[in-house]
């Protein structure tokens, strides 16, 4: 049998060999990073070289970077601690974005999955109060990215802030949270090549968040806890080794569009956000007939690893809620997988989907022809 292949780096991508290192190395420290002793500073000198390197990643400073326990903490903290009277949040965030609020508004998008910045503008021409606007930099699903500046611009004009969840674009393409003027940003460690558990918020200094965890001095008092100083070690090593190889990434759009023209070839594949710019590794496609449970196991027996719509977290296989945004219907939207490479993927990958993509094709169109020529049958036998 041939090598099986992993394209689901969107749900976790492999943990990268420095940050393998790095994780090692500190679960063999003893200390404490609070501790003032020699030990207790190592711990501490760990934590704060990580600091650093994740916040270069994405050109922040290091001072306003309060490390979590995961992307999905560092999304509730950024919209359940502010203070703001609304909250609006696109159609397509990550379920920590749609789900950490009760009171939220939507930002629709359009058939392309881009926020409607037509609409972002009537939404805060009518607000009152304090606005908070919630917008992604690139969606997990589709890798669609989204206009930022844009949308930063028009929440200066009307006294908004603007936090983003940059996890699925960092890494990726380069992230400059200056340039980019967004008061906060999520971050999380497994989608770089770190390991799973741990994420960041970067906030800007003069804004004040309300820490969801209490209890302990750690991470200035806004996240209380002993530091997972392995996790956080590994983070940082990951993000030094992603700043690194990040023009390797943009080369990934070559094989992610060799997935598409290989499957053309085949069949008239709808690729889901096609129009819009996105993740160089990243493609959400539909097999025409063929639902997306199906091709999952079918895949999965071909030694092929995809996913489907957001189910990184359910394994379950529902319709999603960012390609129902972008107006596609049901049917089309269960039919959509999602293929995204990573920093390991080899030069053969591409073709192995494609060449698993075109077997499955065609034992669905067999299928689906004894099937019919079976109620044919039926038919005149009736
Ligand atoms: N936001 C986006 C865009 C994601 O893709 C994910 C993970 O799938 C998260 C947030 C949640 O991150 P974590 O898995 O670290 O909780």
Same mark, same amino acid.
């Given at each position: 049998?041939?090598?099986?292949?992993?394209?689901?780096?969107?749900?976790?991508?492999?943990?990268?060999?420095?940050?393998?290192?790095?994780?090692?190395?500190? &679960?063999?420290?003893?200390?404490? /990073?609070?501790?003032?002793?020699?030990?207790? +500073?190592?711990?501490?000198?760990?934590?704060?070289?990580?600091? #650093?390197?994740?916040?270069? *990643?994405?050109?922040?400073?290091?001072?306003?970077?309060?490390? %979590?326990?995961?992307?999905? !903490?560092?999304?509730?903290?950024? *919209?359940?601690?502010?203070?703001? !009277?609304?909250?609006?949040?696109?159609?397509?965030?990550?379920?920590?974005?749609?789900?950490?609020?009760?009171?939220?508004?939507?930002?629709?998008?359009?058939?392309?999955?881009?926020? #409607?910045?037509?609409?972002?503008? $009537?939404?805060?021409?009518?607000?009152?109060?304090?606005?908070?606007?919630?917008?992604?930099?690139?969606?997990? !699903? %589709?890798?669609?990215?989204?206009?930022?500046? =844009?949308?930063? $611009?028009?929440?200066?004009?009307?006294?908004?802030?603007?936090?983003? #969840?940059?996890?699925?674009?960092?890494?990726?393409?380069?992230?400059?949270?200056?340039?980019? /003027?967004? #008061? &906060?940003?999520?971050?999380?460690?497994?989608?770089?090549?770190?390991?799973?558990?741990?994420?960041? &918020?970067?906030?800007?200094?003069? *804004?004040?968040?309300?820490?969801?965890?209490?209890?302990?001095?750690?991470? +200035?008092?806004?996240?209380?806890?002993? $530091?997972?100083?392995?996790?956080? =070690?590994?983070?940082?090593?990951?993000?030094?080794?992603?700043?690194?190889?990040?023009?390797?990434?943009?080369?990934?759009?070559? @094989?992610?569009?060799?997935?598409?023209?290989?499957?053309?070839?085949?069949?008239?594949?709808?690729?889901?956000?096609?129009?819009?710019? +996105?993740?160089?590794?990243?493609?959400? &496609? =539909?097999?025409?007939?063929?639902?997306?449970? %199906?091709?999952?196991?079918?895949?999965?027996?071909?030694?092929?690893?995809?996913?489907?719509?957001?189910?990184?977290?359910?394994?379950?296989?529902?319709?999603?809620?960012?390609?129902?945004?972008?107006?596609?219907?049901? !049917?089309?939207?269960?039919?959509?997988?999602?293929?995204?490479?990573? @920093?390991?993927? $080899?030069?053969?990958?591409? =073709?192995?989907?494609?060449?698993? @993509?075109?077997?499955?094709?065609?034992?669905?169109?067999?299928?689906?022809?004894?099937?019919?020529?079976?109620?044919?049958?039926?038919?005149?036998?009736?």
């Amino acid at each position: 049998m041939s090598k099986s292949v992993y394209l689901d780096h969107n749900a976790t991508t492999s943990l990268r060999p420095q940050a393998a290192m790095a994780v090692t190395e500190a &679960l063999g420290m003893t200390g404490n /990073a609070s501790s003032v002793h020699r030990n207790g +500073r190592l711990a501490r000198r760990a934590i704060e070289n990580a600091r #650093d390197a994740v916040a270069q *990643l994405v050109g922040a400073n290091p001072n306003d970077l309060i490390f %979590t326990g995961c992307g999905t !903490e560092a999304n509730n903290m950024a *919209l359940r601690g502010l203070a703001y !009277e609304n909250l609006f949040v696109s159609a397509v965030e990550h379920p920590s974005v749609l789900s950490a609020a009760e009171q939220r508004q939507i930002i629709p998008v359009d058939a392309a999955g881009v926020v #409607d910045l037509a609409r972002l503008k $009537e939404m805060l021409s009518a607000a009152s109060g304090r606005t908070l606007i919630s917008v992604m930099l690139a969606n997990n !699903e %589709t890798g669609v990215i989204q206009p930022i500046k =844009a949308v930063v $611009e028009l929440a200066r004009g009307h006294g908004a802030l603007v936090h983003c #969840d940059a996890i699925q674009a960092a890494g990726k393409i380069p992230v400059d949270m200056a340039a980019l /003027a967004v #008061d &906060l940003m999520s971050l999380s460690a497994h989608k770089i090549g770190g390991p799973q558990g741990v994420g960041a &918020l970067i906030v800007r200094p003069e *804004l004040s968040v309300a820490p969801l965890l209490r209890g302990g001095g750690q991470e +200035r008092r806004l996240r209380a806890g002993t $530091e997972n100083v392995a996790g956080i =070690a590994g983070f940082g090593a990951a993000a030094l080794a992603a700043q690194a190889e990040l023009e390797r990434m943009a080369e990934l759009a070559r @094989w992610r569009d060799a997935v598409i023209e290989g499957v053309r070839k085949i069949a008239d594949a709808p690729v889901f956000g096609e129009s819009a710019g +996105r993740l160089p590794n990243t493609v959400c &496609l =539909a097999m025409p007939g063929v639902s997306a449970e %199906t091709q999952l196991m079918a895949f999965d027996l071909a030694g092929v690893s995809v996913s489907s719509g957001s189910a990184c977290s359910s394994g379950k296989v529902e319709a999603s809620h960012v390609l129902a945004a972008m107006g596609v219907d049901e !049917e089309a939207a269960l039919g959509a997988i999602r293929v995204s490479f990573g @920093w390991n993927s $080899e030069a053969g990958d591409a =073709a192995r989907f494609v060449e698993a @993509w075109g077997a499955i094709f065609a034992k669905s169109g067999a299928r689906s022809a004894a099937l019919a020529s079976a109620g044919s049958t039926r038919a005149m036998a009736g």
